[in-house]
Structure formats: C-alpha cells, structure tokens
C-alpha cells in the first residue's frame, strides 16, 4: 500500500530537548515536505526536499532543520523546542517538483512542547 | 480526531443537495489552484486542481471554477454525501518549484 508514515503520532517534551519526528514514503517520490498547522493559520511549510541531499527553506524554517540522504526518508529535527512549536505536523510527497499540485500527506504529529 | 481549526468558517448542507465551497486568493500571480479535503484526524488528501488559463475543470462529482476577475475559486461537491464531510483547503502557487500556500479552511458538515 503506498503511504507515507510519520512518528511519533503523539509527542510530549519539554523546552530544549532535541527531538526528531521521522517521515518515510514507499512510493518512490522525489519531492519530500513539512507542514504545520495551526487553528487560524492554516498549514505554512517548513522546509522541502526536491530530491536526494537537496533541501530549502519554506515559509517557516526557523527552528527546524532537515535532511534528505536517502529518497524515502525525510526526517524534522527541532535541536531545540520551544513552546511556539507546539503543532500539528505533516510530512508530504509527490512524485517530482513538477507535480507539487498533487501532495500525498502522511497522518500528522501531534507535538507539544512545554 | 485531530482539531485542525476550532473558528473554521462552516456550511452544513442536507444529504444529497449540492455543496459550494468558495474562497479567495490574493495572489493575481497564481498560475495554480488546488483543493484538499481534511477529514478528522487524517491528513489533506488532493482532490482537484486547475490552472489559471481555465475557469472550469470537472472530476468525479466535484467542480472547480475560477474567476480571476474578482480571485475567487469555488468547489462544488455534486449529491453530497456523509463521507465529504471534512476540512476543505484552497491553496495556491506559482509556476515552478514554488511551494502550495494553503488557505486557512471551511468546515463542511453533511446532514443527514
């Protein structure tokens, strides 16, 4: 079944401890996204890979970091949370940059950092 | 499920009536539109796009129309049904590797 998966699901910490929340997809895709939501704001994203060891900046990096060293996986590293990243988190994938359109999201990570 | 958005604008529409879900971009640059539908607890799923050179595209029981005139994008959900019932995002972008801007949502409850 394609899908992408996200964990944690569920993650509750504290300022300042590192955290990863992983992000795998199996259908082969070359574009790779993170997303948070929040009531009011809709989802801005984070950071996004257009391929292998190719990442950029989205609307909202700061805080966050990235990596891309194989296809499938696409981790979020928060080196150290603060309580404003507290969010809905989604990881998303499509085929290649030139089909951004159709985003194939995983189920979400509910972080909260207090 | 997951609370994606607790002020959402809200249309609740019978079961088996049609649904018109609208929104307005700011963006006359544009040259995509997009619609996700959110269910509780899930992730957005794709549903239908169009490009800013068409004011009509139809899928299976949606429609999306395009006014640049005024930016506006509009869904229409054809003989709505309990399981449309969720979150929907329009979301925009330019052409390139330019990233969706999504909008912030409208809640669509189906009655049945």
């Known amino acids: 079944e394609a899908q992408v998966t996200q964990n944690p699901r569920y993650l509750i910490t504290v300022t300042g401890k590192k955290l990863t929340v992983t992000c795998s997809q199996n259908m082969n895709h070359e574009y790779m996204s993170w997303y948070r939501q929040d009531p009011g704001l809709g989802l801005r994203q984070i950071y996004y890979s257009m391929n292998v060891e190719v990442t950029d900046k989205g609307d909202v990096p700061e805080g966050y970091k990235v990596s891309r060293k194989e296809k499938r996986n696409f981790p979020l590293i928060l080196e150290s949370p603060s309580p404003n990243q507290t969010s809905l988190y989604f990881c998303a994938c499509s085929f290649s940059s030139g089909s951004i359109n159709e985003q194939f999201f995983g189920p979400g990570t509910r972080l909260t950092v207090l | 499920g997951e609370s994606v958005g607790l002020h959402l604008p809200t249309l609740s529409v019978q079961e088996g009536d049609n649904s018109i879900i609208n929104c307005a971009y700011s963006?006359?640059?544009?040259?995509?539109f997009i619609w996700y539908k959110q269910e509780s607890g899930k992730g957005p799923q794709f549903i239908i796009d169009?490009?800013?050179?068409?004011d009509k595209r139809q899928g299976q029981r949606v429609t999306v129309l395009l006014n640049k005139t005024v930016k506006h994008l509009s869904l229409q959900i054809a003989a709505t049904q309990p399981g449309d019932s969720a979150v929907y995002f329009c979301?925009?972008?330019?052409?390139?590797?330019?990233?969706?801007?999504f909008g912030k949502g409208t809640r669509l409850s189906v009655i049945a």
């Open positions: 979301a925009e972008r330019n052409s390139g590797n330019t990233p969706l801007v």
């Open positions: 963006n006359s640059a544009s040259d995509y």
């Open positions: 169009i490009r800013s050179n068409m």
